[in-house]
């Protein structure tokens, strides 16, 4: 009887402490918490950098050209996946059509991640020796919120795609013994 009162108290004991880290969690809002806010990249990049108005107005600029580029270029993936696939059915479809057209969403996803870069060396030309040495030590924290939002105002997806999963097997160039990419094909965006 007496091990039953122990594991009751126990029990009781971590409800109440579960409640309460519940409750603060919920009170608080912080980013990433259950109400799902996050904070948006460009003020996580603001508020850590510390930027002036004249910065922030700058920043603004280069993040809305950032963006409509990106936007543009992941409307051109998606025509050019939906291309792709709209094949799927078509056995008369060259191999050289597909090749065509894969080669193409890839290089569009290869414009998306240069015009990231560029739009972060653009930023850090903006900014003060020390600001540049803070963004030096959070982008690796700033990419990861890309790659969760996709894009620097938080907005549309597929921005960054991730990098393909390391499943410790060594890489054969992602192509099985037939030339055919592995694995399912890329979602459509």
Request: glycine content about 6%; proline content about 10%.
């Amino acid at each position: 009887m007496k091990k039953n009162t122990i594991w009751t108290i126990i029990v009781i004991v971590l409800v109440c402490i579960n409640s309460i880290v519940l409750v603060l969690v919920w009170l608080n809002g912080k980013p990433g918490s259950f109400d799902g806010k996050r904070t948006p990249p460009q003020e996580f990049l603001i508020k850590q950098l510390q930027m002036t108005q004249p910065q922030i107005e700058k920043f603004e600029i280069l993040r809305r050209a950032h963006h409509q580029t990106v936007e543009d270029l992941n409307v051109k993936i998606k025509q050019l996946k939906d291309s792709l696939f709209k094949n799927l059915s078509n056995i008369r479809v060259k191999q050289k059509t597909i090749d065509s057209l894969t080669n193409k969403i890839g290089e569009n996803y290869a414009l998306i991640n240069k015009t990231t870069y560029n739009h972060f060396r653009d930023l850090r030309a903006i900014l003060l020796p020390e600001q540049q040495e803070k963004l030096d030590a959070i982008m690796n924290q700033v990419l990861q919120m890309l790659n969760r939002t996709g894009t620097p105002n938080g907005q549309g997806n597929g921005a960054m795609p991730p990098p393909p999963p390391d499943n410790g097997q060594p890489n054969n160039g992602g192509e099985q013994p037939d030339n055919r990419p592995q694995g399912p094909p890329p979602p459509n965006n």
